[in-house]
């Protein structure tokens, strides 16, 4: 019974996030929160473009769930 | 401020149906603790996931974090808003929701105290009933303040009177019926008030000629509109949606929630339902209203508070018919927060310190009346400081949801998924997670919005630390947590 919780869908989706989410803070807004892109900061593009994502992950995590809980 | 006839119709009538709701569901709520607590854990995908979102979506959401949007731009109040909420219900679909709904379910218990009793012992329950009830029942105060306002837009009368009503009239509802008819009067409301902040944000950015038009006028009086603030450390823009996040993945009235759905899978799915809806509301509609808010009202917002950008885009550009359901929507954030926040007070004094303390031996029913009154004494109470506080109604909410997530998020998180997490962890992360942020919040000396990413830190290291240097948890403890993320069925 492989039942890893590095291996779990939450663990890896939500890290996989927060990494990004970080990443976004450190490249958008500490290197150059300046950066612009149709009028809004490059930051706020990169806020909301990872919303979307996250929302995206919970669908796909779902089936990917069930099968780790089985293991 | 004169009695406005057509929307007061409107509002009596959406308060009528409401309490006929709560009124239907009274005997089936009359069961039992699963009925009345965890809504007899049959709700679907829809009903919960909207009934999520009204949770989460206050009065604090129309009347004072849209004020943000005035005061400080629309990417520091609707991006940190939307990017906060969503990725927070993401967060706690992802790593929460499953375990905690299977946790109720195996268990019979509806609390998130339950859950650290039985993960991190007695102490660590304890005390986190006493700071939730605490906290939550600060939490109505500034949601009390929101309503009164919308009542004393609609009705003409005095601020105290205003408050006095809504107060009284959620009151009334949620010693009704409970969870049951607290789950289906949410998502009444939480229809209601996605279509009117979508709605109002729709119409504005029409009456204006577009986006780009409306944009360009309001930038005149808030040139930050769509920039970083000035007056805003750089921080702020990381602490508030993480702030908010970190909130949602441990704030009890909204984990209570999870203990309704149908299944574990279809809670999950109903928290993918409530990010989309979050992420929706937030920034759509807080870039048409709050932006017109700005060119409508200006001198208002400047002298009178940025509260009240949502009322005056409303006043300008609503029908009296669409204003009376607007209102409404308003009232409805009101009162499904609050009620929300009344019944997990409720529960926690129920199940943690009535039946554990004071009568042992008390049947639900009488545990469910000792809670009630409760409820009353709350009701009453946070009237009374709504009437007293002056501060704005977004920067006492931010500090609250911070406060709370300071405490539990790390603790609760460590409790689901580290086996090695132990009682010691547990009590030092809830209470070095408050503690920081506290102290952080009255010295004043961080930049606003920011103290999360100091408690945060300090949280995560009291439960690493404290865990870490003392015993490890039992045997016993650890096929406690592989129970978590183990099907039942």
Redesign the interface.
Known sequence: MDRSLWKNPGIVLSLLLMVLWIASWIVFLGCDPEARMTGLPLFAWAQIILSVLGVLATLVAIPMFEKWERR | MALKTVELTVTILYFAVCIGIAVYFTARAGAGSTAYWAAERGIGVWVNGVGVFTTLVSGGSFLGFLGFTGQFGW?FAG??L??GT??G???L???VG?PLRRYSEVQGKFTLSNFFTERYGPAAGRLATMLIIVILWIYIVPQLMAGGMAAQYVLGVSRTLAIVLVGAVILVYVLLGGMLSVTWTDFVQGILKFAMMIGLSWVAIDTYGGLGPL?EKATVEQPSL???HPKLS?WA??GL?LGIAVFITSSPHTIMRLFTARSV?KG??A??LT??LC?VFH?FGYLGVGTAALVIAPDVLRTKGYDKSFLEVMDALFSPLLRGLAISAILAAVMSTTAGILLTVGAEFSVNVYKRFMRREATDREAIRASQILMLVIGISTVVGALAVKESIGKLIAMLVMAMGSAFSVPLLAGI?WKRANAVGGVLGIVGGLASYLAAHWSGRLPAFTEILVAFPVSLLGVVVGSLLSARPSFEKAQFVEAL???TD
Request: hydrophobic share 55%; glycine share 6%; proline share 9%.
């Open positions: 990417v991006v940190s939307a990017t969503t990725l219900f993401v967060l679909g992802l790593l499953g944009i769509m920039s970083l750089p823009y990381v949606p899978r999950r799915a928290l993918s990010a989309a992420l920034l998924w993320h183990t099907p």
